[in-house]
């Protein structure tokens, strides 16, 4: 299990600590912050190329890939349902999407190929967004 623990400082600007690291959250300035840190949708754009990253790096360890290098590229943008190409009948406003790029470097057999684009987009962080999150949430106003 995961705890994280984000305490708000000054104006917009989070700390944020695991109980072993601490980093900053914050909103840009033209959004009222001061720009100190990245914007939440950043941190979580963050997490997920680094869990895609880290997952095709064990994979490939664990199978004997040879690596060069993994680079990964993560955007987030709503987008107005009329403009969107892929989104279900039903759906209504807008979409949040994510885009991404990922870069994997090495000299790979076509299997092995194959295999690291499935392997790309099956990082638990990436599985947990696509599969969507249930909230158990309790509220102290004081």
């Given at each position: 299990?995961?705890?994280?623990?984000?305490?708000?400082?000054?104006?917009?600007?989070?700390?944020?600590?695991?109980?072993?690291?601490?980093?900053?959250?914050?909103?840009p300035l033209s959004l009222g912050g001061t720009d100190t840190g990245p914007n939440p949708y950043e941190l979580m754009l963050g997490g997920l190329a680094a869990c895609t990253a880290i997952t095709l790096s064990m994979y490939a360890a664990r199978k004997g890939i040879n690596l060069t290098s993994i680079?990964?590229?993560?955007?987030?943008?709503?987008?107005?349902v009329d403009d969107?190409?892929?989104?279900?009948?039903?759906?209504?406003?807008?979409?949040?999407t994510v885009s991404s790029q990922i870069f994997i470097e090495g000299d790979f057999t076509d299997e092995e190929r194959a295999r690291l684009e499935q392997v790309a987009q099956r990082c638990p962080v990436h599985k947990t967004l696509e599969r969507g999150i249930t909230f158990s949430e309790q509220i102290f106003v004081g």
């Open positions: 299990m995961a705890t994280i623990t984000a305490d708000l400082s000054d104006g917009f600007q989070v700390e944020v600590n695991n109980g072993r690291h601490t980093w900053r959250a914050d909103e680079s990964a590229q993560f955007s987030y943008d709503k987008v107005h969107c190409g892929f989104c279900e009948e039903d759906a209504e406003g807008f979409v949040d």
